[in-house]
C-alpha cells in the first residue's frame, strides 16, 4: 500500500440495511463504529429484515439530530429515535441465525410495518446483549452489533473503480461506494490490495487503532439495488462475479475487528500489515 493510502470516508448505518450517514469522525467501540447498526427491523417473529427481500429498505434514510436519528421515508411522518432506546419489551431476534435479546419500539415498529407494507418489528441492541464475531476469525471478547458477521467492513476506493473499469459502456451504472455499505473507505491503496491485508492502523502515534482483517468479504445481492431507487440491476454484480469469483462467491471488501476502542476520522492514515 502507499505510504500515502489514508480514510477516504467514514459511513454508520444506525437500522441495518437502511441509509447510511457519512460522518467526518466517528467512535470505534468493541462492537464497531458508534451509532452502526446498533437498531434493526425484523419480520413479526424477531428475524431479521434486509434489502436482500425488502428492497425498499433502501428508501429509508437516517441524520442525525441532537441526541438521536430522524429516519423518514416519502409520504411518512418522521420517526425519531434515540441512539439507543432500552425501555420496551425484550424479545427474542435472530441475525443469520445468531439469537440476539433485543428490545422493541413500538412506535418504531408501526411506522416501519407502514413504510414497509408488511408487519415489521423495530428493535434496539442494548449494552447487556453481547453477540460473538464467529469464532473461526475471532478473539475471545470479540462482539458485534446486528452486523452480518464483523464489527467494521473496510472498502478500498480504487478496487471501486478497477471494478467500475470492468462495466459494458452501454450499461454501466455510476462506481457507487453505497451499493457496498463500507464503514471505513480507504484511498491511495493499489486496486485489490485489501486481498493481502492481515491488519491495518488507522492514525498515528500513540492514538493509532490497530483493526484485524481476518476475512474478506463475500456479497450478496444487495450491490445491485441502487441507494437512490431501489431498483434491481445488473451491475456491479455481473462484473464483479466475472473478476472476483472464488470458491463459488464473489468478493468485496475486506471484514475487520478492532483490537481496542478510540476515534478514527476522514484523512487519518492508514498502514497495512499484509499477509
Known sequence: MSADAYIDSLWVYPIKSCGGIAVDAARVTTRGLEHD?????????????????????????????????????EGLPPLRLPFLYDDGARLDSEVWGD??????HDEGSDWFSRALGLVAQL????????????????????????????PLLVCNRESLQALAAGF??????????????????????????????????????????????????ARCSIPGIDPDSAAIGKEPLRTLARLRTRDHKTWFGINAIPDGTGTVRVGDAVRPLDR
Open 168 to 217: 459494458p459502456a452501454d450499461d454501466a451504472p455510476p462506481a457507487d461506494m453505497r451499493r457496498f455499505r463500507p464503514n471505513l473507505v480507504v484511498a491511495g491503496a493499489a486496486a485489490w490490495a485489501e486481498d493481502r491485508w492481515s491488519a491495518l492502523t488507522v492514525g498515528a502515534g500513540g492514538g493509532a487503532l490497530t483493526l484485524r482483517t481476518p476475512k474478506p468479504c
Open 99 to 104: 439469537p440476539v435479546r433485543a428490545v422493541r
Open 37 to 73: 447498526r446498533r437498531w434493526m427491523v425484523t419480520d413479526e417473529h424477531g428475524r431479521f429484515l434486509s434489502q436482500r427481500t425488502v428492497p425498499e429498505m433502501a428508501l429509508v434514510r437516517l441524520a442525525i439530530a441532537g441526541d438521536g436519528f430522524v429516519v423518514t421515508r
Open 123 to 150: 428493535v434496539c441492541m442494548p449494552d447487556d446483549a453481547l453477540r460473538p464475531v464467529e469464532p473461526d476469525y475471532a478473539r475471545d471478547g470479540d462482539i458485534v452489533s446486528f452486523a452480518d458477521g464483523f
